[in-house]
């Protein structure tokens, strides 16, 4: 499966979200391919710490591509790969459009703020337009950094629900310190010892709808 995390926004947990996607798909077994198709390279550079930091190395494989070479370089290593995970920029780029015209899943992030939301009819019409040149593209969309109280999520959630391009994931993902200590140790929030259970649990969850896997 190809799955690119995206949106027109940045700092919604795009590479949170595929780089633990990909320690996750590498934790089972499978032969991951991680593409950072953001020119700020920071799945790159967490790929880095990851090989730096474990004897083992990262457990997946890393490169970095900009523009159509998206495309045309997913295109030939995807028989190579189980799964492939694009991380890319928040912004609509030749590289997003790249990704999402190769993608089975666009996946976006959405941080419950209003200011975020507003970006759900840009997103619209992006996947709009890739939906045309790759008709089997899948979109969703999920809460991330979620609040731990008050309204917000829910009123956010009721506007990602009505937004036709993009199906609502319902497993929303904490805003979780533990995501930011992960990384900053190059790990995933599922290898972080002692672990934030609920992190794991709600990283778990985006996994199993996303990979299907119960
Ligand atoms: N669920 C979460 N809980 C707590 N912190 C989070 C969560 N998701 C992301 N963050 C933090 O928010 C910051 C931005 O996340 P991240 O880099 O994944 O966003 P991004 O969408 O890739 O940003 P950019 O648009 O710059 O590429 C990081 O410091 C990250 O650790
Ligand atoms: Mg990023």
């Known amino acids: ?62 490169i970095k591509l900009t523009g159509p070479a998206v495309r045309t370089e997913t295109l030939r290593l995807k028989q190579k790969y189980q799964d492939i995970i694009i991380d890319t920029g928040g912004r609509d ?6 990704a999402l015209s190769v993608s089975d899943v666009l996946l976006v992030p959405f941080v419950p703020r ?22 089997s593209l899948r979109a969703y969309t999920f809460i991330n950094r979620a609040d731990p109280r008050g309204s917000d999520n829910d009123d956010a959630a009721d506007v990602l629900k009505d937004t036709v391009a993009l199906s ?6 904490g805003g979780r310190k533990a995501f930011g200590n992960a990384a900053a140790e190059g790990l995933g929030v ?10 794991t649990e709600e990283i778990m969850a985006l996994f199993r709808y996303v990979f299907n896997t119960k």
Do not use: C, H
């Open 93 to 98: 780029t030749t590289s997003q459009r790249a």
């Open 168 to 173: 609502f994931i319902p497993t929303p993902i």
């Open 1 to 62: 499966m190809i799955v690119t995390v995206g949106g027109i926004k940045g700092g919604s947990g795009k590479t949170t979200v595929a780089t633990n996607l990909a320690v996750i798909l590498s934790q089972q077994g499978q032969d991951v391919l991680l593409i950072d198709a953001d020119d700020q390279e920071t799945s790159s550079d967490f790929t880095n710490l990851r090989n730096e930091k474990l004897e083992a190395g990262a457990g997946y494989t890393s």
């Open 190 to 199: 599922t290898e972080l010892k002692p672990q934030d259970p609920k992190a």
């Open 114 to 135: 209003s200011f975020d939301v507003w970006t759900l009819e840009k997103v619209s019409g992006l996947v709009g337009e890739m939906s045309t040149a790759n008709p």
